[in-house]
């Protein structure tokens, strides 16, 4: 049983009250401290708006009422389609979907416990692989291509996901021309622009850079991504120490107006168009400066981001998932569980990042998109939480079996044994001996079958006759 979309917001790091005082800091930063647009295009357009302009410095400060209005501007869902129907995925509210991450530069090979460059066949692999794992809701593009060159990243990086997988595919991006490209192969594909409006195969993610700083490119990004009617995602990263203040409720309030800066612009761009408030922000190892990917006040900002992006009824990107661990092991596990379990209980829409990735987010592994199925099969049972209802109660089935009775046989029992309770694929639940007769297998060798075993089946493709028409109009897909 296939568990996605189902509500979370059980678990509030934030009171009501924290909530409020989080966003008046935010329309406090926003109206008087302001923060710079570095785009021309973006510049103007917030001019237009009638914001108070620092031509000097590109500063821009927003009277808090004009902030509203462009932030209820954009819709409170937005609708990521697969080729496959039963793959699109409504954002919005508290509904919860997992998906992968990136941009990965590694890949760790746990056979041999080393590491190579990702290419672009590695990145066709781990799309076939996630299009067979059914907990990964979303494929995210999540390593970069080191063998080709940065003006053919874009195309065969998106080309690699719609070729390999029916689920939705999102990513990054990295030249202008390139971006250009991916929306043409996606109307292509969808069948024409009206079409892709209609069906948004793809999303885009255009970053805006903490503290409060709107990038010239990834500006420019954002106003013509959302002009084309593909939803894009503006996330932020803010680091507690480094370019966040310390604090947790801090870096959230940080994370919070870097994000905004982003779907303010999307909307004065085009106003109504589907934009995703987004957060991969986390803390910092004020020891050495490091990213840290697995801690448990990642899990807890994203999580409290999630309230604020349900408090201004916008869709949510979070980050969990990773870990810091550079091998799959118990650390590995725990930490991707931990920050995972804690942005789906507050009703996280999308989790990226929530399968494959390690070592602070600059590898992944085959084996650990398997083994993180597995755990987000897990999480998403927690979400779904305890039905309560006559039947669930089963008291007549109670009065009926009585003292000393045995409910096994049962058709109460045979009803929901498998819905009620998670069938995991790969946790070991047999006695030693019979894990012992069957080669005493680690969880990551399992995996390691897993994979094999997803590779030797014929995988997803496009239909014959639209690769052929993408590949006859765009020139820099090279397989």
Same mark, same amino acid.
């Given at each position: 049983?296939?568990?996605?979309?189902?509500?979370?917001?059980?678990?509030?790091?934030?009171?009501?009250?924290?909530?409020?005082?989080?966003?008046?800091?935010?329309? $406090?930063?926003?109206?008087?401290?302001?923060?710079?647009?570095?785009?021309?295009?973006?510049?103007?357009?917030?001019?237009?708006?009638?914001?108070?302009?620092?031509?000097?410095?590109?500063?821009?400060?927003?009277?808090?009422?004009?902030?509203?209005?462009?932030i209820?501007?954009?819709?409170?869902?937005?609708?990521?389609?697969?080729?496959?129907?039963?793959?699109?995925?409504?954002?919005?509210?508290?509904?919860?979907?997992?998906?992968?991450?990136?941009?990965?530069?590694?890949?760790? $090979?746990?056979?041999?416990g080393?590491?190579?460059p990702?290419?672009?066949?590695?990145?066709?692999?781990?799309a $076939?692989?996630?299009?067979?794992?059914?907990?990964?809701?979303?494929?995210?593009?999540?390593?970069?291509?080191?063998?080709?060159?940065?003006?053919?990243v874009?195309?065969?990086?998106?080309?690699?996901g719609?070729?390999?997988?029916?689920?939705?595919?999102?990513?990054?991006l990295?030249?202008?021309?390139?971006?250009?490209?991916?929306?043409?192969?996606?109307?292509?594909?969808?069948?024409?622009?009206?079409?892709?409006?209609?069906?948004?195969?793809?999303?885009?993610?255009?970053?805006?850079?903490?503290?409060?700083?709107?990038?010239?490119?990834?500006?420019?990004?954002?106003i013509?991504?959302?002009?084309?009617?593909?939803?894009?995602?503006?996330?932020?990263?803010?680091?507690?120490g480094?370019?966040?203040?310390?604090?947790?409720?801090?870096?959230?309030?940080?994370?919070?107006?870097?994000?905004?800066?982003?779907?303010?612009?999307?909307?004065?761009?085009s106003?109504?168009?589907?934009?995703?408030?987004?957060?991969?922000?986390?803390?910092?190892?004020?020891?050495?400066?490091?990213y840290?990917?697995?801690?448990?006040?990642?899990?807890?900002?994203n999580?409290?981001?999630?309230?604020?992006a349900?408090?201004?009824?916008?869709?949510?990107?979070?980050t969990?998932?990773?870990?810091?661990?550079?091998?799959?092991?118990?650390?590995?596990?725990?930490?991707?569980?931990?920050?995972?379990?804690?942005?789906?209980?507050?009703?996280?829409?999308?989790?990226?990042?929530?399968?494959?990735?390690?070592?602070?987010?600059?590898?992944?592994?085959?084996?650990?998109?398997?083994?993180?199925?597995?755990?987000?099969?897990?999480v998403?049972?927690?979400?779904?939480?305890?039905?309560?209802?006559?039947?669930?109660?089963?008291?007549?089935?109670?009065?009926?079996?009585?003292?000393?009775?045995?409910?096994?046989?049962?058709?109460?029992?045979?009803?929901y044994?498998?819905?009620?309770?998670?069938?995991p694929?790969?946790?070991?639940?047999?006695?030693?001996?019979?894990?012992?007769?069957?080669?005493?297998?680690?969880?990551?060798?399992?995996?390691?079958?897993?994979?094999?075993?997803?590779?030797?089946?014929?995988?997803?493709?496009?239909?014959?006759?639209?690769?052929?028409?993408?590949l006859?109009?765009?020139?820099d897909?090279?397989k």
């Amino acid at each position: 049983m296939t568990r996605r979309g189902l509500p979370g917001g059980s678990f509030k790091p934030l009171s009501d009250e924290a909530v409020r005082m989080v966003h008046n800091t935010v329309m $406090r930063i926003i109206e008087e401290v302001g923060f710079q647009v570095h785009s021309d295009a973006g510049l103007e357009l917030f001019k237009g708006a009638g914001a108070r302009i620092d031509e000097e410095k590109r500063l821009v400060r927003l009277p808090k009422e004009k902030a509203m209005r462009l932030i209820e501007m954009a819709p409170s869902e937005v609708r990521l389609c697969g080729r496959d129907e039963k793959h699109d995925l409504l954002l919005g509210g508290t509904r919860v979907y997992t998906g992968t991450g990136g941009t990965a530069l590694n890949v760790y $090979r746990q056979e041999t416990g080393e590491k190579t460059p990702a290419t672009l066949d590695d990145l066709i692999s781990i799309a $076939r692989l996630v299009d067979d794992l059914d907990n990964i809701h979303l494929f995210l593009l999540p390593t970069y291509p080191n063998d080709l060159p940065v003006e053919q990243v874009d195309i065969n990086r998106f080309f690699a996901g719609l070729n390999n997988t029916s689920k939705h595919i999102m990513g990054g991006l990295y030249t202008y021309e390139g971006l250009k490209q991916v929306i043409k192969m996606a109307e292509i594909i969808a069948g024409s622009a009206v079409k892709l409006r209609e069906r948004p195969i793809i999303s885009m993610i255009a970053c805006t850079i903490s503290p409060l700083k709107l990038d010239g490119k990834y500006g420019d990004f954002i106003i013509t991504i959302a002009r084309s009617g593909v939803p894009v995602v503006c996330p932020s990263e803010p680091l507690c120490g480094a370019t966040s203040p310390v604090t947790l409720a801090g870096n959230v309030t940080m994370q919070t107006v870097d994000s905004l800066m982003g779907v303010m612009l999307s909307q004065l761009a085009s106003p109504g168009s589907p934009v995703i408030f987004g957060s991969v922000a986390t803390n910092t190892d004020l020891s050495n400066f490091n990213y840290l990917a697995g801690s448990v006040e990642m899990g807890l900002i994203n999580a409290a981001a999630a309230q604020m992006a349900q408090f201004y009824k916008l869709p949510f990107y979070a980050t969990g998932g990773m870990t810091d661990a550079k091998m799959v092991d118990a650390q590995s596990g725990y930490e991707s569980a931990i920050t995972s379990l804690l942005c789906a209980l507050a009703g996280a829409n999308f989790i990226h990042d929530a399968a494959g990735l390690m070592e602070f987010a600059l590898t992944v592994c085959y084996e650990k998109y398997v083994i993180d199925n597995e755990i987000l099969g897990m999480v998403m049972r927690a979400v779904e939480g305890v039905t309560v209802n006559e039947d669930t109660l089963a008291f007549d089935l109670i009065k009926e079996m009585g003292p000393g009775g045995n409910f096994v046989t049962a058709k109460h029992t045979r009803h929901y044994m498998r819905r009620e309770h998670y069938q995991p694929t790969l946790s070991d639940r047999e006695s030693r001996a019979e894990w012992e007769v069957k080669g005493k297998k680690d969880i990551w060798e399992k995996a390691a079958e897993r994979v094999r075993e997803i590779m030797d089946k014929e995988g997803y493709s496009l239909p014959a006759d639209v690769r052929t028409q993408v590949l006859s109009q765009i020139a820099d897909i090279v397989k």
